[in-house]
């Protein structure tokens, strides 16, 4: 394809022109024409005037290469001078023309000229009295009459916007839309019908889809004796386009005009292949078509069009996929702040789990239970969460933390549960003793008050705005399976409980590609059973307190397999230091030496000499395995047993995946493979019925990924685990890493937060490395990722070049990893988007 040379609006019109629509004389100017305008090199001014009818007035309307990059402002009536007020004056009223001309001399003055705006807001109406009032304040503001030759007017229009499209301001404003530095500006010059005069004349805008819902309906406005897109803001003098009884229509002052206008509105949904807005003029009863953009449309209206053009047939299922982008997805499937709500931002931070939340402020995990028991919807603040605090997050509405960054506790739980989450808010000013929240500005909120949090931006805003309800409608589902039937990679979710494993089913994932088995262990029945095992002194001591924690693991493995009704299932066994099961503070260390019938001495002492220098680089994952075997033992027991409980005559057979966590060398695997052989050995003997399952490893250090091919001939599959990854890479605290990341990104240390889109050069090359290695060595095994990367697009198209069997992410975020899966093996066939209008 060639690359673009004159923007979308040309090229529009020029397909427009090509259907022989009523379009006016039109002369496009290139990227290069511009950009030479712009340095001082006009075009031969008399050859492009010649172009038109001498006796029309011009407009000169901007083209850049996407709409959405924007531009200058549209520039009408050029050529209007006193002579040209006199004749059009006879043709189409003194009022009329006098408008005209008033419109122009003001738009000249303030764009082009560069006067100050307030020079006419003194100027009343648009009679002659009026304009001759604007053209004696030019005068004195310019100190030179208003320019009289068309030429000369045009050429200065031209100059001033190729001018503003090459500015500091506009530049920046045009990169934070997602435009190249050096992306270019065409500009279109075009005879204009001029809207005023006798008869029906006026302007207006026409779609035929509502931009919020995308649903058919022919929406617009038209105003009588207009210009522009004035009919949007006429107000009550506006008029509906199609009969409508709250007011008079188009459709009842020119009907012939209207019937017309339909019928060109699907001629260019047809032929462009797009739901498209149209800017027309009526010049006394007579159609013209002046211009044609995209619809603006919400993520769900998109969606919505993108599937009635595929069933109508115009485009295909496969380009209605590469229609929508994949990161949008997410506000579908959450509460959304509503647009054009007012949102008074009283701090900002990472938008780390997406969704709008409302609620009353609460600072610690009994306080959100309380609240919800009182049905008041409730934001939890802390500073960082932890994995006591899990319950009050099932309880509040949002949550937002001080620390933390993408994978944080927070992060990775609110996404898990689908609850919007802001983390990293740092300049917040966070103070739970005295339970206060403060704003930069010195505004203080006290528990109890209400604020919302958008976990979409990542901002956090006073009070409660508008929001838009979550919808996943039928054109949803039906794209979304048009996206499994292109894709070639699986995908999975991560679910930690049978409530996240439902959720993970409803959005279509292939299994659960991660359960993380000691989020189970924090419920208040479970919790003081786990400390008892934690403060055992010998084996049998730990296996009393392990006995009690095994019929309810049971339970959840069994849930689990049930709804997920034979997906592979992959379990992680216990990984979390054992510390993070104890409390730290007075109150809480008096409830467990109660609890544990010992003093509180002792409890404290215990509690102190568990403490780790470094936690997350310590006594974890498979090394506690294979220091406390006695945990690894019952879980694993509670997975076979749960095996066998969940199968039954005419299901599919339920094979779970075993995933040893934390794993650095090949005598790790090889050593607690042997124990749970000999678990599984007796959970067959002791229930006369035989089962399967497969074994593995998360592959979460540098190590196991550069000995993976010692590793993967002990394992049937291989999954890495990116956020440890990414850390121990790095010497990086995923937890700490959001108190600076948006420096290094804004000073172009990173590209992005690693945390947040995968490293493909450092952490990306150990993954390499490893997938090559692990399948030299074990040809079969299966590869796959399960950090939270699994969830990003950019990640996933890694995944796919190195070879991966399938990505895990939360279960929010799978139909996001669906669609750009689905995009990334359509493009691979050639399958494109179309060039933007």
Same mark, same amino acid.
């Given at each position: 394809?060639?690359?673009?040379?004159?923007?979308?609006?040309?090229?529009?019109?020029?397909?427009?022109?090509?259907?022989?629509?009523?379009?006016?004389?039109?002369?496009?100017?290139?990227?290069?024409?511009?950009?030479?305008?712009? !340095?001082?090199?006009?075009?031969?001014?008399?050859?492009?005037?010649?172009?038109?009818?001498? @006796?029309?007035?011009?407009?000169?309307?901007?083209?850049?290469?996407?709409?959405?990059?924007?531009?200058?402002?549209?520039?009408?009536?050029?050529?209007?001078?006193?002579?040209?007020?006199?004749?059009?004056?006879?043709?189409?009223?003194?009022?009329?023309?006098?408008?005209?001309?008033?419109?122009?001399?003001?738009?000249?003055?303030?764009?082009?000229?560069?006067?100050?705006?307030?020079?006419? @807001?003194?100027?009343?109406?648009?009679?002659?009295?009026?304009?001759? /009032?604007?053209?004696?304040?030019?005068?004195?503001?310019?100190?030179?009459?208003?320019?009289?030759?068309?030429?000369?007017?045009?050429?200065?229009?031209?100059?001033?916007?190729?001018?503003?499209?090459?500015?500091?301001?506009?530049?920046?404003?045009? !990169?934070?839309?997602?435009?190249?530095?050096?992306?270019?500006?065409?500009?279109?010059?075009?005879?204009?019908? &001029?809207?005023?005069?006798?008869?029906?004349?006026?302007?207006?805008?026409?779609?035929?889809?509502?931009?919020?819902?995308?649903?058919?309906?022919?929406?617009?406005?038209?105003?009588?004796?207009?210009?522009?897109?004035?009919?949007?803001?006429?107000?009550?003098?506006?008029?509906?386009?199609?009969?409508?009884?709250?007011?008079?229509?188009?459709?009842?002052?020119?009907?012939?005009?209207?019937?017309?206008?339909?019928?060109?509105?699907?001629?260019?949904?047809?032929?462009?292949?797009?739901?498209?807005?149209?800017?027309?003029?009526?010049?006394?009863?007579?159609?013209?078509?002046?211009?044609?953009?995209?619809?603006?449309?919400?993520?769900?209206?998109?969606?919505?069009?993108?599937?009635?053009?595929?069933?109508?047939?115009?485009?295909?299922?496969?380009?209605?996929?590469?229609?929508?982008?994949?990161?949008?997805?997410?506000?579908?499937?959450?509460?959304?702040?509503?647009?054009?709500?007012?949102?008074?931002?009283?701090?900002?931070?990472?938008?780390?789990?997406?969704?709008?939340?409302?609620? %009353?402020?609460?600072?610690?995990?009994?306080?959100?239970?309380?609240?919800?028991?009182?049905?008041?919807?409730?934001?939890?603040?802390?500073?960082?969460?932890?994995?006591?605090?899990?319950?009050?997050?099932?309880?509040?509405?949002?949550?937002?933390?001080?620390?933390?960054?993408?994978?944080?506790?927070?992060?990775?739980?609110?996404?898990?549960?689908?609850?919007?989450?802001?983390?990293?808010?740092? %300049?917040?000013?966070?103070?739970?003793?005295?339970?206060?929240?403060?704003?930069?500005?010195?505004?203080?909120?006290?528990?109890?008050?209400?604020?919302?949090? +958008?976990?979409?931006?990542?901002?956090?805003?006073?009070?409660?705005?508008?929001?838009?309800?979550?919808?996943?409608?039928?054109?949803?589902?039906?794209?979304?399976?048009?996206?499994?039937?292109?894709?070639?990679?699986?995908?999975?979710?991560?679910? +930690?409980?049978?409530? @996240?494993?439902?959720?993970?089913?409803?959005?279509?994932?292939?299994? =659960?590609?991660?359960?993380?088995?000691?989020?189970?262990?924090?419920?208040?029945?479970?919790?003081?059973?786990? /400390?008892?095992?934690?403060?055992?002194?010998?084996?049998?001591?730990?296996?009393?307190?392990?006995?009690?924690?095994?019929?309810?693991?049971?339970?959840?493995?069994?849930?689990?397999?049930?709804?997920?009704?034979?997906? &592979?299932?992959?379990?992680?066994?216990?990984?979390?230091?054992?510390?993070?099961?104890?409390?730290? +503070?007075?109150?809480?260390?008096? +409830?467990?030496?109660?609890?544990?019938?010992?003093?509180?001495?002792?409890?404290?002492?215990?509690?102190?000499?568990?403490?780790?220098?470094?936690?997350?680089?310590?006594?974890?994952?498979?090394?506690?395995? =294979?220091?406390?075997?006695?945990?690894?033992?019952?879980?694993? /027991?509670?997975?076979?047993?749960?095996?066998?409980?969940?199968?039954?005559?005419?299901?599919?057979?339920?094979?779970?995946?075993?995933?040893?966590?934390?794993?650095?060398?090949?005598?790790?695997?090889?050593?607690? %493979?042997?124990?749970?052989?000999?678990?599984?050995?007796?959970?067959?003997?002791?229930?006369?019925?035989?089962?399967?399952?497969?074994?593995?490893?998360?592959?979460?250090?540098?190590?196991?990924?550069? /000995?993976?091919?010692?590793?993967? &001939?002990?394992?049937?599959?291989?999954?890495?685990?990116?956020?440890?990854?990414?850390?121990?890479?790095?010497?990086?605290?995923?937890?700490?890493?959001?108190?600076?990341?948006?420096?290094?990104?804004?000073?172009?240390?990173?590209?992005?937060?690693?945390?947040?889109?995968?490293?493909?050069?450092?952490?990306?090359?150990?993954?390499?490395?490893?997938?090559?290695?692990?399948?030299?060595?074990?040809?079969?095994?299966?590869?796959?990722?399960?950090?939270?990367?699994?969830?990003?697009?950019?990640? =996933?198209?890694?995944?796919?070049?190195?070879?991966?069997?399938?990505?895990?992410?939360?279960?929010?975020?799978?139909?996001?990893?669906?669609?750009?899966?689905?995009?990334?093996?359509? %493009?691979?066939?050639?399958?494109?988007? &179309?060039?933007?209008?």
């Amino acid at each position: 394809m060639s690359p673009p040379t004159h923007g979308s609006r040309a090229k529009c019109l020029q397909r427009l022109v090509r259907l022989s629509l009523p379009v006016p004389r039109t002369v496009a100017l290139s990227f290069d024409s511009v950009h030479a305008i712009a !340095q001082g090199n006009l075009p031969d001014m008399a050859a492009l005037t010649a172009a038109f009818d001498p @006796d029309a007035l011009l407009c000169v309307r901007p083209s850049s290469q996407e709409t959405d990059w924007g531009g200058p402002g549209a520039i009408l009536n050029i050529g209007m001078n006193d002579a040209r007020l006199a004749s059009l004056a006879e043709n189409i009223g003194a009022e009329a023309a006098a408008g005209l001309y008033l419109r122009f001399v003001e738009a000249y003055a303030v764009h082009v000229a560069r006067l100050d705006p307030d020079l006419f @807001d003194e100027i009343d109406g648009s009679d002659e009295e009026g304009l001759a /009032r604007a053209l004696a304040a030019y005068e004195e503001e310019a100190e030179e009459p208003f320019p009289q030759d068309p030429q000369r007017q045009l050429a200065e229009v031209l100059r001033s916007m190729a001018r503003a499209w090459e500015g500091t301001t506009a530049r920046l404003l045009r !990169q934070a839309r997602g435009a190249p530095v050096d992306a270019g500006l065409g500009l279109v010059v075009q005879e204009m019908a &001029p809207g005023l005069g006798r008869g029906e004349c006026g302007s207006g805008v026409l779609q035929l889809v509502d931009s919020q819902t995308g649903l058919p309906q022919i929406t617009g406005r038209y105003l009588s004796q207009s210009q522009g897109r004035e009919a949007l803001t006429g107000g009550a003098d506006s008029l509906y386009l199609e009969r409508d009884p709250r007011g008079r229509s188009l459709e009842e002052a020119a009907p012939e005009a209207f019937a017309l206008l339909k019928d060109y509105a699907g001629v260019m949904r047809r032929r462009l292949r797009a739901e498209m807005q149209i800017e027309f003029t009526i010049q006394n009863g007579t159609l013209h078509i002046l211009d044609g953009v995209l619809v603006p449309r919400s993520t769900r209206a998109a969606l919505r069009i993108a599937v009635r053009l595929a069933e109508d047939g115009i485009i295909t299922p496969e380009e209605a996929v590469m229609r929508i982008e994949p990161r949008a997805v997410s506000e579908l499937l959450h509460r959304q702040i509503a647009p054009g709500a007012a949102r008074s931002v009283i701090g900002r931070g990472i938008a780390a789990s997406p969704g709008a939340a409302t609620g %009353r402020i609460v600072f610690s995990a009994a306080e959100a239970l309380a609240s919800t028991a009182r049905n008041e919807p409730c934001i939890l603040v802390r500073r960082e969460t932890s994995p006591e605090d899990v319950r009050g997050m099932h309880a509040a509405v949002g949550v937002l933390t001080e620390r933390g960054g993408m994978t944080s506790h927070a992060a990775v739980i609110g996404r898990g549960l689908g609850l919007p989450c802001v983390v990293g808010a740092a %300049r917040l000013r966070f103070n739970l003793q005295r339970k206060t929240l403060t704003s930069e500005r010195g505004q203080v909120f006290r528990e109890g008050d209400v604020i919302t949090i +958008d976990g979409t931006s990542g901002d956090v805003l006073e009070g409660s705005p508008a929001t838009v309800e979550a919808a996943l409608d039928e054109a949803f589902h039906v794209l979304m399976g048009w996206a499994d039937a292109a894709r070639d990679i699986d995908i999975r979710a991560n679910a +930690d409980t049978p409530k @996240d494993a439902a959720t993970a089913r409803n959005f279509a994932a292939q299994g =659960i590609g991660l359960c993380r088995t000691e989020h189970m262990f924090f419920e208040a029945d479970r919790l003081t059973p786990m /400390r008892e095992m934690i403060f055992a002194d010998t084996p049998q001591d730990r296996q009393a307190a392990l006995a009690i924690l095994l019929p309810m693991q049971r339970k959840d493995f069994t849930e689990l397999f049930r709804i997920m009704e034979g997906m &592979p299932v992959c379990i992680r066994l216990f990984d979390p230091p054992l510390h993070e099961f104890l409390p730290t +503070d007075r109150h809480g260390l008096r +409830d467990l030496a109660e609890a544990l019938d010992l003093p509180v001495s002792d409890v404290t002492r215990r509690v102190q000499s568990l403490g780790e220098y470094n936690p997350m680089l310590g006594l974890r994952g498979v090394r506690l395995g =294979i220091t406390v075997p006695e945990i690894y033992d019952m879980q694993a /027991r509670a997975i076979f047993e749960a095996t066998l409980d969940a199968s039954h005559e005419g299901a599919p057979p339920v094979v779970p995946e075993i995933m040893l966590p934390l794993v650095s060398a090949k005598r790790e695997v090889e050593l607690l %493979r042997g124990r749970i052989e000999a678990v599984a050995t007796a959970v067959r003997t002791e229930r006369g019925r035989d089962f399967t399952f497969r074994l593995g490893v998360m592959a979460e250090t540098p190590r196991a990924c550069l /000995r993976a091919a010692e590793i993967a &001939p002990f394992a049937h599959f291989l999954s890495f685990g990116t956020n440890d990854l990414t850390q121990m890479t790095y010497g990086l605290s995923r937890d700490d890493a959001g108190r600076f990341m948006s420096d290094y990104v804004s000073q172009g240390v990173f590209n992005e937060d690693p945390f947040h889109v995968l490293d493909t050069d450092g952490v990306g090359e150990l993954l390499a490395v490893g997938a090559e290695r692990s399948r030299a060595a074990n040809p079969g095994i299966t590869l796959s990722i399960c950090g939270e990367h699994g969830g990003n697009p950019d990640s =996933i198209a890694f995944c796919r070049d190195v070879g991966m069997d399938y990505v895990s992410c939360s279960s929010f975020r799978v139909p996001v990893a669906r669609l750009a899966a689905a995009q990334l093996a359509l %493009r691979a066939k050639g399958v494109k988007l &179309p060039p933007k209008l």
